[in-house]
Nanobody, 121 residues
């Protein structure tokens, strides 16, 4: 069974930094992409940043230049480094992986349980 476990959320002042981690465990055939989404109160879940197996990175314009993603393929772990945080970055951050669980199955989304990030003075 595929599982994603996030860690690293918390409270930070504006301008501060946080690093989120997400560990993927379980049995699967391949990983198409891993990354992060977020959902603020009263808003829809939105893409933050993802990286594909081919190394392509997609990210929201609002985090460009402030957030970076890195991936440790050997550990099936993805990290989100968030710098210059703003109050509008406050949200629950969800780890996402698009995984093909067996050779004959279509890839599908898997989600972590979410971790709260609060940016406030």
């Amino acid at each position: 069974q595929v599982q994603l476990v996030e860690s690293g959320g918390g409270l930070v002042h504006p301008g501060g930094s946080l690093r989120l981690s997400c560990v993927l465990s379980g049995s699967f055939y391949s990983i198409n992409s891993m990354g992060w989404y977020r959902q603020a109160p009263g808003k829809q879940r939105e893409l933050v940043i993802i990286v594909t197996n081919g190394g392509t990175t997609k990210y929201a314009d609002s985090v460009k230049g402030r957030f970076t993603i890195s991936r440790d393929n050997a550990q099936n772990t993805v990290y989100l480094q968030m710098n210059s945080l703003k109050p509008e970055d406050t949200a629950v951050y969800y780890c996402n992986a698009v995984i093909q669980q067996t050779r004959t199955m279509f890839p599908r989304d898997y989600w972590g349980q979410g971790t709260q990030v609060t940016v406030s003075s």
